[in-house]
């Protein structure tokens, strides 16, 4: 059964930095694409940012320069370093995956979902 589950979500205030992880079980993990989404309170679930294992990556013009994503396949763990945090980061943070490669940044091409890591930041 695929699980992911996600941790490392915090209070924090602007300008400090979180490092969320996503441990994933259940699926060949180097042979997917993975992602992280936020959903802040009364808005749509946003892509964040997407890697996959061909060296491909991307990240939302709204976090570009300040999140970077990465992978260990040793830990089958994908990570979110998130520095120069804002309020507008607020939200529930979620990882995916789907089988593959890519970089969409669109919920629906991604079938497995963790439960979520809180991250708020206030002024």
């Known amino acids: 059964q695929t699980q992911l589950v996600e941790s490392g979500g915090d209070s924090v205030q602007v300008g400090g930095s979180l490092k969320l992880s996503c441990a994933g079980f259940?699926?060949?993990?180097?042979?997917?694409?993975m992602a992280w989404f936020r959903q802040g309170p009364g808005e749509e679930r946003e892509g964040v940012a997407t890697?996959?294992?061909?060296?491909?990556?991307r990240t939302s013009n709204s976090v570009k320069g300040r999140f970077t994503i990465s992978l260990d396949n040793d830990k089958r763990t994908l990570y979110l370093q998130m520095n120069d945090l804002k309020p507008e980061d607020t939200g529930m943070y979620y990882c995916a995956a789907d089988y593959g490669r890519g970089t969409s940044l669109l919920a629906e091409e991604y079938k497995h979902w963790g439960q979520g890591t809180q991250v708020t930041v206030s002024s």
């Open positions: 259940g699926f060949t993990f180097h042979l997917y694409a």
């Open positions: 890697i996959d294992n061909y060296g491909n990556f």
